[in-house]
C-alpha cells in the first residue's frame, strides 16, 4: 500500500472568512469594555480609599509607604485599562494585533485580580460582591481572544511601475 500525498494544486483553496463589520464592531466592543471595567474599578477605588483613608493616620511610616505603592499601582493599572480601550477603539480600522495582545493580557490581569478579591472578600466577611464584575471580565477576555482568531484580510499593493524589476513581466 501506498499514501497518497496530495499536491498543493488537489488541496482546497483557503477562503477568507473575515467579517470587517463583525471585526470593527468586535474591537470598538473590546474599547469601550475596557473603558467601562477601568471607570467602575476607579470609582470603586476612590470610594475605597475615601472610605478608608482616616486610617492613614494609625500606620506607621512603613506601613504607609506600601499603601501608598499599592495606590499607585492600582492607579497605573487604571490608567492603562484606559488607555488600552481607547486605543483599540482608535485603532480599530486598522490590521495592528499589538491592541489585542495588550487587551488580552489587561483582561485576564483584571480577570485574575477580580476573583481574588471574590475570594478575599468571601472569606473575610462572607459575601460574593464581584460575582457581575467577574463574568464582565471573562467576556472581555473571549471577546479579545475572539479577535485575535479572526484573520484581517491584508491588502498587498502591487508594484507602483513595471520597472521596479528588470525580468518582471506581468
Not at 56 to 80: H, P, Q, R, S, Y
Not at 141 to 154: A, D, E, G, N, T
Request: overall charge positive.
Amino acid at each position: 500500500m501506498s499514501l497518497h500525498i496530495p499536491s498543493p494544486g488537489e488541496l482546497p483553496a483557503a477562503k477568507p472568512d473575515f467579517d470587517a463589520d463583525k471585526y470593527l464592531k468586535g474591537r470598538r466592543s473590546l474599547g469601550v469594555g475596557l473603558i467601562v471595567v477601568g471607570a467602575i474599578n476607579a470609582v470603586f477605588l476612590t470610594i475605597g480609599y475615601v472610605n478608608s483613608w482616616h486610617l492613614m493616620a494609625i500606620l506607621d511610616e512603613t506601613d504607609k509607604i506600601i499603601e501608598i505603592g499599592a495606590l499607585a499601582l492600582n492607579v497605573l493599572f487604571l490608567a492603562a485599562l484606559l488607555a488600552c480601550g481607547i486605543w483599540n477603539i482608535v485603532a480599530r480600522r486598522g490590521t495592528s494585533i499589538a491592541p489585542l495582545i495588550i487587551a488580552l493580557v489587561l483582561s485576564a490581569l483584571t480577570l485574575t485580580f477580580a476573583v481574588i478579591n471574590s475570594v478575599d472578600a468571601l472569606m473575610s466577611t462572607g459575601r460574593m460582591p464581584a460575582v457581575a464584575a467577574i463574568l464582565i471580565n471573562v467576556a472581555l477576555l473571549i471577546q479579545s481572544i475572539r479577535l485575535l482568531r479572526m484573520k484581517p484580510v491584508v491588502t498587498t499593493p502591487g508594484p507602483v511601475r513595471e520597472s521596479v524589476h528588470p525580468f518582471y513581466t506581468p
